[in-house]
């Protein structure tokens, strides 16, 4: 049975940081890429950031781009998502997601607030 189960979320001022987690289980992690997705109320879901299978290469939204860092732990079937520099634009649920085919797998999220 697939799992996904996020971290790491709360509330931060802006201009501060946080590392969200997501533990994978029930499939092979080490051979998929890893997605952070994001929505918020007002927005459709965002995809934030990826990472390959390898952790080799990233790609990230550019409104994240040099604020945020997508890295994995293939030892530990565990994603992560640094992210520094917060705006209150960055407020949303944050899900963590894989892709199999046409199929997606998603976390239950984990509620990322920045504000003062």
């Known amino acids: 049975q697939v799992q996904l189960v996020e971290s790491g979320g709360g509330l931060v001022q802006p201009g501060g940081s946080l590392r969200l987690s997501c533990a994978a289980s029930?499939?092979?992690?080490?051979?998929?890429?890893m997605n952070w997705y994001r929505q918020s109320p007002e927005k459709e879901r965002e995809l934030v950031a990826t990472?390959?299978?390898?952790?080799?290469?990233?790609n990230y939204a550019d409104s994240v781009k040099g604020r945020f860092t997508i890295s994995r732990d293939n030892t530990q079937n565990t994603v992560y998502l640094q992210m520094n520099s917060l705006k209150p634009e960055d407020t949303a649920v944050y899900y963590c997601n894989f892709r199999v085919w046409t199929v997606n797998y998603w976390g239950q999220g984990t509620q990322v607030t920045v504000s003062s």
């Open positions: 029930g499939f092979s992690f080490s051979a998929n890429a």
């Open positions: 990472i390959t299978s390898s952790g080799e290469a990233t």
